[in-house]
């Protein structure tokens, strides 16, 4: 796992927005994995801003998004259509969310994971980090091995969310370790996630902990956390 400390949250977003858009030069058929929240919104910003500037960045480039509330909101589909999708050059056909008002779920999340590995797997994917080590809208308790399913969602995590939903489609713990890279992204309002995260233990009562059986995780943190 490599750790990377940088200034404050627009040094974060920066570097995390250079990682995206250098993954794409170097193989415009990238296949991303994207996060929501506040961590990761000055990184499409960057991103958006860059990539007017430059012909056909997202061209060929194919998106699926970690998780997905359930009920009728859509709400990360919206998030992403506002942060990025409506500003750049990508296929909508190519951008991919779970479904969170399909009407068979089970039917929506084996969907998901087929799409996945026919777009021949995970090749970047961005992750935040929930103040309760949660990675996508895995919980504490999830199996490492998991794949993408309905879940519920925890209460703290609503909170801090502050959703009304109480369940949500996510990746597994095992879809997203199934990516050849994984970036982790993290303020400093995360602190006592990371310093769990940077201890070293491998549990499932703390999912995140989970990158450390992946052989290519970059963690991306802002100060005032330093290593
Ligand atoms: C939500 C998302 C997670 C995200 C987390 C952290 O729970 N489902 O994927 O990592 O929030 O969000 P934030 O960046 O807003 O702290």
Known sequence: ???????DYAALS?????????????????????PTGRTPVGMYERVVAECAREYHCF???????????VGPS???????????????????ANAHIPDGAAPDLQAECIRYERDIDSAGGLG???LGLGGNGHIAFNEPGTPFA?????????????AAN??????????????????????????????????????GEVTEAFPASALWRHPNVQVLVSAPFSL
Request: proline content about 3%.
């Open 1 to 7: 796992m490599n750790w990377e400390t940088v200034a």
């Open 14 to 34: 920066q570097r995390a927005a250079e990682i995206l858009l250098a993954a794409i030069r170097s193989d415009p058929r990238l296949v991303l994995g994207l």
């Open 59 to 69: 061209r060929d480039v194919t998106t699926f998004n970690l998780d997905e509330y």
């Open 74 to 92: 859509r709400e990360y589909y919206h998030f992403m259509k506002r942060n990025l999708f409506d500003h750049i050059d990508i296929d909508p």
């Open 124 to 126: 970047l994917t961005f």
């Open 146 to 158: 998991s794949r993408t399913r309905v879940v519920e969602l925890a209460e703290e995590t609503r």
């Open 162 to 199: 502050a959703t009304p939903s109480t369940h949500a489609i996510t990746m597994g713990i095992g879809t997203i370790l199934g990516s050849h890279a994984i970036v982790l992204l993290a303020g400093a309002n995360k602190r006592d996630a990371l310093e769990r995260l940077r201890g």
